[in-house]
């Protein structure tokens, strides 16, 4: 169980009311909000100076825009999980996101609603975007990490061994499973990558996105 009192956040919105009704409801479930910034700036600087476990970002913020903060993180290594808030996030934000190492991607009518099950996600190492989102299947089956999300603990494994370019035999050897055992995981693999059953699909697929594999 994961305890809120242990996580840390930072809060950047340019917008007053928002920024104090999304601080008042997270230190209500008991998480540390230890700053709340207006501009992209402001946010950097506390970032550097806290490293928070989260930083929340609004995208359209003065000075630097949350995609910008987020990318600073990333270049500069921090641990800190980043979470991008706006009224609008489609497709092309959530690309350029995740190449910035964003996790979590939440609207603003859905934050209150969301927000909790976000950090929470993230600390499981599990990527995260507004549930009203997630009804958009078009959306969701074009982002890999979350394809990669539906894969249970067993399929990580296996899916990682064949990003190594290991055989279904050596891969049974590695885990002490039959080589059948092994196709029938790949095999599912592939149904919950909403990829076609073709001899080369999912080493394609794998070859394109070994970043997300071996960070599973």
């Not at 921090?78 to 999980?81: D, E, F, G, M």
């Given at each position: 169980m994961i305890d809120p009192s242990q996580i840390s956040i930072l809060i950047a919105d340019d917008h007053p009311l928002l920024l104090k009704?999304?601080?008042?409801?997270?230190?209500?479930?008991?998480?540390?909000?230890?700053?709340?910034?207006?501009?992209?700036?402001?946010?950097?600087?506390?970032?550097?100076?806290?490293k928070p476990d989260f930083a929340i970002l609004d995208i359209?913020?003065?000075?630097?825009?949350?995609?910008?903060?987020?990318?600073?993180v990333y270049k500069n290594e921090?641990?800190?999980?980043t979470i991008l808030l706006s009224y609008q996030i489609d497709r092309a934000t959530?690309?350029?996101?995740?190449?910035?190492?964003?996790?979590?991607?939440l609207l603003k009518?859905?934050?209150?609603?969301?927000?909790?099950?976000?950090i929470y996600a993230i600390a499981k190492n599990e990527n995260f975007i507004s549930t009203s989102l997630q009804d958009k299947e078009a959306l969701i089956e074009d982002?890999?990490?979350?394809?990669?999300?539906?894969?249970?603990?067993?399929?990580?494994?296996?899916?990682?061994?064949?990003a190594e370019g290991k055989s279904s035999k050596e891969i049974g050897e590695l885990f002490n499973i039959s080589e059948r055992t092994v196709e029938k995981h790949r095999s599912n693999i592939i149904k919950k990558l909403l990829l076609e059953n073709g001899q080369y699909a999912l080493m394609n697929w794998v070859s394109g996105n070994k970043d997300l594999i071996y960070n599973l």
């Open positions: 009704g999304l601080g008042d409801f997270l230190r209500g479930r008991g998480f540390q909000v230890v700053k709340q910034a207006r501009d992209g700036s402001e946010a950097w600087r506390f970032i550097i100076d806290l359209d913020m003065p000075y630097m825009t949350g995609l910008n903060v987020a990318d600073l921090l641990a800190v999980n959530i690309k350029i996101g995740q190449q910035k190492g964003v996790k979590g991607f009518e859905d934050a209150l609603a969301d927000i909790e099950n976000c982002i890999p990490s979350l394809r990669l999300d539906k894969l249970s603990p067993s399929e990580k494994k296996i899916i990682k061994k064949i």
